[in-house]
């Protein structure tokens, strides 16, 4: 069974829209309104709940996590009356860095929206496949993940107010107005609860990143992928910061922003944002390569992102289709740690479609 929700949701992503699809903008100045906006955009073509985040277990143990729903709509089939149309795709995948295993343990999932297997709230971040969930009750998430290997009953609270990326909420990611999301995240969110590794369950404490993005036209077609960073500091404060890289490699567009722990939000201008390589690792499955040591500067910062491992790569062709890495880095400056959180490399297999 799930095999065959993999093949039914990568055959409909992978299916031209059709040329009467149109998919509603991301134009600046609209207000995004909550609880509303923490739910669903169905109409959109693209839309993602992030989290990702570091926890310890008792023995001082640390491990990276990340839980992640996508929905798309295809734009396909969308006048049929058969509610085996796949106007709705959903998919998950789900991730812990142990470096005790020394690679990812990962999963994934795809299903179509309905029939009781897959759903996205609306009204509120309720998204769920099966038995894979992420819900939002008042400022706490809790993620319910039954892997193959695996799994995870995380609970976070936030305790920030929402960063709103952008402006007010609007993230431009090309030189075309029409190249933007809306995109608010929530740093500092405080995890806990468990993790089980085959017999063993780790009861865990930590600290996340929830990302909320949903846009109609991500990527310009000159892009290939992305850079991405969002950091927790030991101070209370958090930075997010992205870089789009061209079809050369060359630096195509970027942005960020900080959040002070009184809840203050400043945003980086795109010129005052560089992602540099300062070490490569090539995964021995697929060959790419991928910058997985960075030096971040980021406005006034300049951060050194360090991995907690090396081999922390997703391979995600059997549900939403591509490879890229996302992993669980510590900040530091200089030689002092001064926060720990996640980077994404994106496109470095192949130009990334979305």
Known sequence: MERRRFLLGAAALALPA?????YPAVSRGTPLAFPRDHGSHPPFRTEWWYVTGWVRD????????????????PGVAEGSASRFAPSQLLFAHAAIADPAQGRLRHDQRAAREGFGLAQASVDTTDVAIGDWSLR??????VARIAARDFSLDLAFAARLPLMLQGEGGVSRKGPDDAQASFYYSRPQLAASGTLTIGDTTHAVQGVAWLDHEWSSEYLAREARGWDWAGINFDDGSALMAFAIRGERGDDYWAGGATQDADGTVRAIARERVRFTPMRHWRSPRTNVEYP???RLQAGARTLDLVPLMDDQELDS???????????????????????RGYLELT????PLRI
């Open 136 to 141: 939002l009750a008042g400022d706490r998430y």
């Open 292 to 294: 997985v040591a960075m």
């Open 58 to 73: 008792a023995r001082g143990r640390d491990f990276g996590v990340q839980v992640t729903f996508f929905r798309s709509r």
């Open 317 to 339: 062709r059997a549900s939403v289709g591509t490879i890229y890495w996302e992993g669980a880095v510590r900040a530091m400056s200089g030689a002092r740690a001064v926060g």
């Open 347 to 350: 496109g470095y297999g192949g």
């Open 18 to 22: 059709s040329a009467q699809v149109r």
